[in-house]
């Protein structure tokens, strides 16, 4: 994601509203590598502006999911989570307590087989792992 201060450049370039509530989920996701829920946001920003709406935070993200800014991870229908990294990487995830952590090395022999490539132009992937943390286990 890109820094508060770019990001504000871009929102006004697409004629969006640069909100003192939207500047404080953009300071929320910058560097934030915890991958936080729409309501883990939501939770830290009322600190700071209490009257602020979910329904405020969740369009804000879905604004920034549709600019490319942060990626959103489901883990199942009622659990979405957003990663502020979106250079192309992997997660583990926690299947008892839903921790998302990165997976940046290791991988980088994974390819599609060419009988793939010949029918499909991937735009993104996310490869997600499931087990258990060392505190759950």
């Known amino acids: 994601m ?8 871009l929102f006004k370039s697409k004629d969006l509203k640069i909100t ?7 300071k929320v996701l910058e560097g ?21 709406s ?10 920034l999911e549709s600019l490319g800014e942060i990626l959103k991870i489901t883990i199942d229908a009622g ?9 192309p990487h992997h ?6 307590c839903n921790m998302i952590a990165d997976v940046n090395e290791g ?10 490539l010949d029918k499909f132009t991937p ?6 792992f499931y087990g258990t943390c060392k505190q759950c286990a």
């Open 2 to 9: 890109k820094k508060v201060e770019e990001l504000i450049k």
């Open 20 to 26: 003192p509530q939207r500047l404080g989920i953009f």
């Open 32 to 52: 934030n590598a915890t991958h936080p829920s729409a309501e883990s946001i939501y939770n830290e920003i009322r600190q700071v502006y209490p009257t602020i």
């Open 54 to 63: 979910f329904t405020t935070v969740y369009k804000t993200l879905e604004v």
């Open 79 to 87: 659990r979405k989570y957003f990663d502020p990294n979106t250079i």
């Open 91 to 96: 997660h583990i995830i926690c299947s008892q």
């Open 107 to 116: 991988l980088e022999e994974l390819k599609l087989p060419n009988e793939i």
């Open 123 to 128: 735009s993104r992937y996310d490869i997600s």
